[in-house]
Nanobody, 124 residues
Framework: QVQLVESGGGLVQAGGSLRLSCAAS????????MGWFRQAPGKEREFVAA????????YYADSVKGRATISRDNAKNTLYLQMNSLKPEDTAVYYC?????????????????WGQGTQVTVSS
């Protein structure tokens, strides 16, 4: 098992930036492909970005492509999401997730472990 704890959320003005972190503990972090998801009030959880276990291949939702960068530091057992040019529609609870299935995954049902989430609020 792996335990995940997100941090770095907050209130930011439109056009601003945030870096979210996800600290992992338990089983070897590098065993997992990782992803970020978000859920806005009244909406379903949606995929944001994913990264493979070790070669750093990344994949992004169209809604954040060019504005988000997912990265990981396996030595520090930490996943990151850098978000730039934030928009009010980016407001959501952001979750990190871990999976042992496949190269990487974009569907939430492929992920086995989830953090508790961190709130990101973008004001206009």
């Amino acid at each position: 098992q792996v335990q995940l704890v997100e941090s770095g959320g907050g209130l930011v003005q439109a056009g601003g930036s945030l870096r979210l972190s996800c600290a992992a503990s338990g089983r070897t972090f590098s065993s997992y492909a990782m992803g970020w998801f978000r859920q806005a009030p009244g909406k379903e959880r949606e995929f944001v970005a994913a990264i493979t276990r070790s070669d750093g291949t990344t994949y992004y939702a169209d809604s954040v492509k060019g504005r988000a960068t997912i990265s990981r530091d396996n030595a520090k057992n930490t996943l990151y999401l850098q978000m730039n040019s934030l928009k009010p529609e980016d407001t959501a609870v952001y979750y990190c997730a871990a999976t042992t299935v496949g190269y990487f995954a974009i569907n939430s049902y492929n992920y086995d472990y989830w953090g508790q989430g961190t709130q990101v609020t973008v004001s206009s």
